[in-house]
């Protein structure tokens, strides 16, 4: 599959219901299914998680990252 980073902004409502679906995923053990501008994505269950925080002069960034290595 070719190379992509995307970042895409949502309306909160949209960002909420996008983290609830992903807790409740990994609360029962499921894979995660998530569309990002028209490609739809399969999260395994065996991915990692992390939480990445970033400070710059004039921003600070928090980002929830889901890592995997395609099978």
């Not at 399969?42 to 995997?68: G, L």
Request: charged share 40%.
């Amino acid at each position: 599959m070719p190379d992509r980073d995307i970042e895409k902004t949502y309306p909160l409502a949209e960002f909420i219901d996008k983290l609830r679906r992903l807790a409740d995923c990994l609360e029962k053990g499921e894979q995660f299914e998530i569309q990002i501008a028209g490609e739809r994505i399969y999260v395994p269950v065996r991915a990692a998680y992390n939480i990445e925080h970033e400070r710059e002069d004039s921003h600070e960034e928090i980002e929830f990252q889901i890592k995997w290595e395609p099978k």
